[in-house]
């Protein structure tokens, strides 16, 4: 199997996976409502592995930390004026937490929930980091026009989410971000690392697939960021992850997130990082693995009674967007089908489908043209919309893991949300586990129907609504509004092996023809306007800022040992 075809099949998660340290980031005492299926947390504890003890902590200090701007942590004038366009001022304690360690060159083990703001915690220092095309330093810069920096993670959603939002704080910079994942054609992203990219965000089986026809060099890459270290743990990414690390700077600025700590990726932090520092962000009284903001809801429902009961919560006061998880993509395609005979706006996201339809779902789910996204697990880390409403597990996770980021999709960046999961009779010694991995109160799910009384109160459903949606509130545009891109997309049928002669953007054999004069003509355009933006004004001294502990650090490109 290629490292192509790992990428690709490994994007869902395995049903199979488990975690035994997961339990020890989840003790604690909780209250439960006995007559309905709610569950409220009070304060249960969540105490770190003792191989991770952490350095810094928000507990006592939020309010001072959430008064700060980025432009008083020095964040310089540029990212804070692109910030501030998109409504962007002030930082999420994960953010204001990591920044001043960053900023000063110093490893980082960042510990958060999903849903706080990770992103521009590694995302701003590491831009502060990149030089692009036309800034004073470049031109002398050894590393113009090859990557400066790499973020890694675990699958194509995620991979282009961070992206964009990289793209958004250096929105009044030069710096080039291009995207590498699998799915897509290999020539538009080979092309992009042709032209010059400072930044690359990629998952591990496109990397090195590209690391490997030799058209990615990561010798100059001074900055490394893994972000959601765990998934890549779980989906099997770990000798990946070191390859792709042993061909950067043994002198690195590297960070890592992760929403838990097992011992593995304690194990990775170690052996590839200086002296990390440890943050961790989370909700005063609040130290479980869920978030404290979600309301959660647990029901024992009949297999053939779900989709009645799914099409009475969809239409539960103050319900936005929502995402509805299945185990299996047949589950989530039938799903999504029945919900739109009943007058519903939904698109399915699954593993079945090409990469241009599962952006298409994605983008009509941003842009508000269906509100219902039935998705398997392939969603999970990979979706960052902040108002979504509710998540319904219309199948019981497999362990308290996926349960965790599967109601994670709600509740972020501060807002509150509804988890509702439905275990089948079947599921009920599963959730047993989860429930008692999670300090969760109710072993024992209340039995539920479509005419439930406790259902109607418990999420706030009209009482006299009924399997179908009126057509009066039939007003979104559908999926089918959302144009489908063609992306070139590697199919499963008569790909071509990375590397081999002959193939499609390759390396070798007539692929470089012509290859030099096209490169001559891309670099007189290149210069062409870097000259012309010179006459029109002048540069801005720029200087990288390469410490250690607040120290230069001088390095030369080599490989890990």
Same mark, same amino acid.
């Given at each position: 199997?290629?490292?192509?075809?790992?990428?690709?099949?490994?994007?869902?998660?395995?049903?199979?996976?488990?975690?035994?340290?997961?339990?020890?980031?989840?003790?604690?005492?909780?209250?439960? !409502?006995?007559?309905?299926?709610?569950?409220?947390?009070?304060?249960?504890?969540?105490?770190?592995?003792?191989?991770?003890?952490?350095? *810094?902590? $928000?507990?006592?200090?939020?309010?001072?930390?959430?008064?700060?701007?980025?432009?008083?942590?020095?964040?310089?004038?540029?990212?804070?004026?692109?910030?501030?366009?998109?409504?962007?001022?002030?930082?999420?304690?994960?953010?204001?937490?990591?920044?001043?360690?960053?900023?000063?060159?110093?490893?980082?083990? /960042?510990?958060?929930?999903?849903?706080?703001?990770?992103?521009?915690?590694?995302?701003?220092?590491?831009?502060? $980091?990149?030089?692009?095309?036309?800034?004073?330093?470049?031109?002398?810069?050894?590393?113009? &026009?090859?990557?400066?920096?790499?973020?890694?993670?675990?699958?194509?959603?995620?991979?282009?989410?961070?992206?964009?939002?990289?793209?958004?704080?250096?929105?009044?910079?030069?710096?080039? *971000?291009?995207?590498?994942?699998?799915?897509?054609?290999?020539?538009?992203?080979?092309?992009?690392?042709?032209?010059?990219?400072?930044?690359?965000?990629?998952?591990?089986?496109?990397?090195?697939?590209?690391?490997?026809?030799?058209?990615?060099?990561?010798?100059?890459?001074? !900055?490394?960021?893994?972000?959601?270290?765990?998934?890549?743990? $779980?989906?099997?990414?770990?000798?990946?992850?070191?390859?792709?690390?042993?061909?950067?700077?043994?002198?690195?600025?590297?960070?890592?997130?992760?929403?838990?700590?097992?011992?593995?990726?304690?194990?990775?932090?170690?052996?590839?990082?200086?002296?990390?520092?440890?943050?961790?962000?989370?909700?005063?009284?609040?130290? /479980?693995?869920?978030?404290?903001?979600?309301?959660?809801?647990?029901?024992?429902?009949?297999?053939?009674? %779900?989709?009645?009961?799914?099409?009475?919560?969809?239409?539960?006061? &103050?319900?936005?967007?929502?995402?509805?998880?299945?185990?299996?993509?047949? !589950?989530?395609?039938?799903?999504?089908?029945?919900?739109?005979?009943?007058?519903?706006?939904?698109?399915?996201?699954?593993?079945?489908?090409?990469?241009?339809?599962?952006?298409?779902?994605?983008?009509a789910f941003r842009n508000g043209k269906v509100d219902v996204l039935v998705a398997t697990d392939v969603a999970a880390r990979g979706i960052d919309v902040d108002d979504v409403t509710h998540v319904i597990n219309y199948q019981c996770p497999e362990d308290e893991k996926i349960y965790v980021h599967r109601i994670g999709r709600t509740g972020r960046a501060g807002n509150s949300g509804t988890a509702v999961t439905f275990v089948d009779w079947d599921d009920v010694p599963r959730w047993r586990i989860i429930a008692k991995a999670l300090g969760l109160p109710i072993e024992e799910p209340v039995e539920t129907y479509h005419t439930s009384k406790h259902l109607f109160s418990d999420l706030s459903i009209p009482e006299k609504v009924t399997g179908r949606l009126p057509r009066h509130k039939r007003t979104l545009e559908g999926l089918d509004a959302e144009e489908i891109e063609d992306l070139g997309e590697t199919g499963r049928h008569g790909r071509k092996q990375p590397g081999r002669r002959g193939g499609r953007g390759g390396r070798d054999g007539n692929s470089q023809?012509?290859?030099?004069?096209?490169?001559?003509?891309?670099?007189?355009?290149?210069?062409?306007?870097?000259?012309?933006?010179?006459?029109? %004004?002048?540069?801005?001294?720029?200087?990288?800022?390469?410490?250690?502990? &607040?120290?230069?650090?001088? /390095?030369?490109?080599?490989?890990?040992?």
């Amino acid at each position: 199997m290629t490292n192509e075809q790992h990428g690709a099949d490994a994007v869902e998660p395995s049903n199979n996976s488990t975690d035994e340290n997961a339990t020890a980031n989840a003790a604690g005492t909780s209250t439960s !409502t006995a007559a309905s299926g709610i569950l409220e947390t009070a304060g249960a504890h969540a105490p770190v592995l003792d191989e991770a003890t952490p350095d *810094i902590t $928000d507990e006592g200090n939020r309010t001072d930390l959430t008064r700060k701007t980025f432009a008083d942590f020095g964040v310089e004038p540029e990212i804070c004026d692109a910030l501030s366009a998109k409504g962007i001022t002030h930082p999420f304690p994960i953010q204001a937490l990591t920044l001043p360690v960053a900023l000063e060159g110093q490893d980082i083990i /960042g510990q958060a929930k999903t849903g706080t703001g990770k992103t521009l915690g590694f995302g701003i220092p590491l831009l502060m $980091d990149t030089l692009g095309p036309g800034e004073e330093g470049w031109d002398e810069d050894p590393a113009s &026009g090859s990557p400066q920096a790499l973020v890694i993670l675990p699958t194509r959603e995620l991979a282009k989410q961070v992206a964009e939002e990289l793209s958004t704080a250096a929105a009044r910079r030069t710096v080039r *971000i291009v995207q590498v994942y699998g799915g897509r054609a290999y020539e538009p992203q080979i092309e992009d690392l042709e032209r010059g990219a400072e930044v690359v965000v990629g998952t591990p089986g496109r990397l090195i697939d590209l690391m490997d026809r030799g058209v990615l060099d990561l010798a100059h890459v001074t !900055t490394v960021v893994l972000d959601e270290a765990d998934e890549m743990l $779980d989906l099997g990414f770990l000798p990946d992850v070191e390859k792709i690390l042993a061909r950067t700077r043994t002198d690195r600025h590297t960070m890592l997130f992760s929403a838990t700590m097992p011992g593995a990726v304690v194990a990775l932090a170690r052996r590839y990082m200086t002296r990390p520092t440890h943050i961790r962000a989370q909700d005063p009284g609040d130290e /479980g693995m869920t978030v404290q903001t979600v309301q959660q809801v647990v029901y024992r429902t009949h297999s053939m009674n %779900k989709v009645e009961v799914v099409s009475r919560i969809l239409q539960a006061e &103050g319900r936005g967007r929502t995402i509805i998880f299945a185990r299996t993509k047949r !589950t989530a395609a039938r799903v999504a089908d029945d919900l739109r005979t009943r007058g519903f706006a939904p698109a399915a996201l699954h593993g079945d489908l090409g990469q241009g339809a599962r952006e298409q779902a994605l983008r009509a789910f941003r842009n508000g043209k269906v509100d219902v996204l039935v998705a398997t697990d392939v969603a999970a880390r990979g979706i960052d919309v902040d108002d979504v409403t509710h998540v319904i597990n219309y199948q019981c996770p497999e362990d308290e893991k996926i349960y965790v980021h599967r109601i994670g999709r709600t509740g972020r960046a501060g807002n509150s949300g509804t988890a509702v999961t439905f275990v089948d009779w079947d599921d009920v010694p599963r959730w047993r586990i989860i429930a008692k991995a999670l300090g969760l109160p109710i072993e024992e799910p209340v039995e539920t129907y479509h005419t439930s009384k406790h259902l109607f109160s418990d999420l706030s459903i009209p009482e006299k609504v009924t399997g179908r949606l009126p057509r009066h509130k039939r007003t979104l545009e559908g999926l089918d509004a959302e144009e489908i891109e063609d992306l070139g997309e590697t199919g499963r049928h008569g790909r071509k092996q990375p590397g081999r002669r002959g193939g499609r953007g390759g390396r070798d054999g007539n692929s470089q023809r012509g290859r030099g004069s096209r490169d001559t003509k891309r670099g007189e355009r290149s210069r062409s306007r870097r000259s012309a933006d010179d006459e029109a %004004k002048p540069r801005r001294k720029r200087t990288r800022k390469r410490t250690r502990g &607040g120290r230069p650090v001088d /390095g030369s490109a080599g490989e890990q040992a």
